[in-house]
T-cell receptor, first 113, second 118 residues
Framework: EAGVVQSPRYKIIEKKQPVAFWCNPISGHNTLYWYLQNLGQGPELLIRYENEEAVDDSQLPKDRFSAERLKGVDSTLKIQPAELGDSAVYLC???????????FGPGTRLTVL | AQKITQTQPGMFVQEKEAVTLDCTYD???????LFWYKQPSSGEMIFLIYQGSYDQQNATEGRYSLNFQKARKSANLVISASQLGDSAMYFCAMREVSADTGRRALTFGSGTRLQVQP
């Protein structure tokens, strides 16, 4: 069974530029999560989707961050414009339901110069 | 206040020995779940073990066991017979339901870096 797929694995951009991350969850998993992991820290939730609905986006900085999961499968996380402090690893995870264990992708490491 | 506290930034263990990674948590929710994840240098978070707050017995998965002490609010991970491949970051996490938002996301600790020495 294929795991959670994320792309790109690495991204280097200059500040003020836009950037987008893509996530393909495990087939059949209705719940999708985006987490932010700063260096030396644990992941922190940005947004949770149940199918195509964002049910928890309270931690998403909505002035510059946006996310979508139009057909309830793949998801895209966007930052526009990026700031130096956005440099981190962005992890996507999925689960069959909210009560189940979460399966994580390899993450996208973003460096903002 | 920190919901998940991992007090050991780094740990060393000799190959084939057992090691305990500490985790304490804080919640007023009677229903919650506790997780341990492993994160090797490749970056992927790998699920290891789960303990529900109402589970009567400590969870075990192969060489991993969770020492769950509910009254002390601790959920320590025990790795028996350490292997070189166990060298990684280990994160404790909790899932609770927020009364106001219904939030069910995982809250992670800051992690413990385990190094297994030959």
């Amino acid at each position: 069974e294929a795991g959670v797929v994320q792309s790109p694995r690495y991204k280097i951009i200059e500040k003020k530029q836009p950037v987008a991350f893509w996530c393909n969850p495990i087939s059949g998993h209705n719940t999708l999560y985006w987490y932010l992991q700063n260096l030396g820290q644990g992941p922190e939730l940005l947004i949770r989707y149940e199918n195509e609905e964002a049910v928890d986006d309270s931690q998403l900085p909505k002035d510059r961050f946006s996310a979508e999961r139009l057909k309830g499968v793949d998801s895209t996380l966007k930052i526009q414009p990026a700031e130096l402090g956005d440099s981190a690893v962005y992890l996507c995870a999925s689960s069959p339901g909210v009560a189940n264990e979460q399966f994580f992708g390899p993450g996208t490491r973003l460096t903002v110069l | 206040a920190q919901k998940i506290t991992q007090t050991q930034p780094g740990m060393f263990v000799q190959e084939k020995e057992a090691v305990t990674l500490d985790c304490t948590y804080d919640t007023s929710d009677p229903s919650y779940g506790l997780f341990w994840y492993k994160q090797p240098s490749s970056g992927e978070m790998i699920f290891l073990i789960y303990q529900g707050s109402y589970d009567q017995q400590n969870a075990t998965e192969g060489r991993y066991s969770l020492n769950f002490q509910k009254a002390r609010k601790s959920a320590n991970l025990v790795i028996s017979a350490s292997q070189l491949g166990d060298s990684a970051m280990y994160f404790c996490a909790m899932r609770e339901v927020s009364a106001d938002t219904g939030r069910r996301a995982l809250t992670f600790g800051s992690g413990t870096r385990l190094q297994v020495q030959p």
